[in-house]
């Protein structure tokens, strides 16, 4: 592909990658998520998705050895990427040093998110913050999203009102963004491989982060720690007072993983 030539990487991005690793004496930490992207379909992928990502400035979550960040530099007017390894960082560095418009960060990007006040979000993530790392998402100012998570996850994120998978972390997503799945990825398509498949997702926001995002979080915990009890008695656990007319909406003998995103909302709004 033309553009991992400018970057010097030769054409096979496999052989690169392990090369490389190999040479900065680095084995992949698993505690770290490291599963570097080897199939230039993701990379594609990501240059599809420029023209919805341009506006603004990009945040990367995982720099890695920078082959992801080089494309959303293509895309982005400024790209700003966290890495926590300082090896990858030190790397990925001096090997992007001559592209005035990325920026890399030694850090943890739980810790920097929302420092940065993103527009946007993208990057291959690391799976071991996967869950930490969407709802920093969900309450940063990250209007448009792309990335790679566990295709596992992105099912989760899209799951319907009243199906196994439907749970908390979907209707705290689905509260905030709309989920459109771009493509999913074999675990070859990654060095090491990871146990499972992958799947590019994006959102786009569609509301704004309340003020009391934080207990509305907490809230989505309690009522799916009973997600196959009633809603009247979830509310009884989950809220001190609940205002009764809800009921008059609401059937208070449904089940909880049965209420979509939107009632789930209004239920928060009038539990005090
Ligand atoms: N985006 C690259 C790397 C993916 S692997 C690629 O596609 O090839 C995930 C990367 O995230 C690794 O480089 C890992 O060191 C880094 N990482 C892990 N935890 C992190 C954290 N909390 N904050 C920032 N980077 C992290």
Redesign the pocket.
């Known amino acids: 592909m033309f553009f991992l030539e400018e970057l010097g990487v030769e054409p096979n991005l496999y052989i690169w990658t392990v090369r490389t690793l190999r040479e900065l004496g680095l084995k992949p930490?698993r505690r770290?998520?490291?599963?570097?992207?080897v199939n230039p379909a993701i990379l594609r992928d990501f240059a599809g998705l420029c023209s919805n990502l341009s506006r603004d400035r990009c945040v990367e979550?995982?720099?890695?050895?920078g082959?992801?960040t080089y494309i959303l530099s293509k895309c982005c007017r400024r790209v700003i990427s966290?890495?926590?390894?300082p090896r990858?960082y030190e790397f990925s560095r001096k090997l992007l040093s001559r592209y005035s418009n990325i920026e890399i960060i030694h850090g943890?990007?739980?810790e920097l998110l929302h420092k940065l006040e993103p527009k946007t979000v993208a990057?291959?993530?690391?799976y071991?913050?996967t869950g930490p790392l969407l709802g920093a998402i969900a309450s940063s100012t990250a209007e448009k999203v792309a990335i790679v998570l566990q295709k596992d996850v992105v099912d989760r994120l899209l799951a319907k009102h009243g199906s196994r998978r439907y749970g908390s972390i979907t209707v705290l997503m689905q509260t905030f963004f709309k989920i459109h799945k771009v493509n999913v990825y074999p675990p070859k398509y990654f060095y090491p491989e990871p146990e499972v498949s992958s799947a590019m997702v994006e959102m786009t926001r569609v509301r704004e982060v309340p003020n009391n995002m934080e207990e509305y979080e907490k809230f989505l915990k309690c009522l799916f720690s009973y997600r196959r009890k009633t809603l009247r008695n979830a509310l009884a656990r989950c809220c001190r007072r609940v205002d009764e007319d809800i009921y008059s909406f609401l059937d208070s003998s449904k089940r909880v993983f049965h209420l979509p995103p939107e009632d789930i909302l209004d239920i928060f709004r009038r539990c005090i």
């Open positions: 930490s770290l998520g490291q599963s570097f992207t979550i995982g720099t890695g050895l082959v992801v966290i890495e926590k390894d990858l943890d990007a739980l990057g291959t993530v690391p071991s913050i």
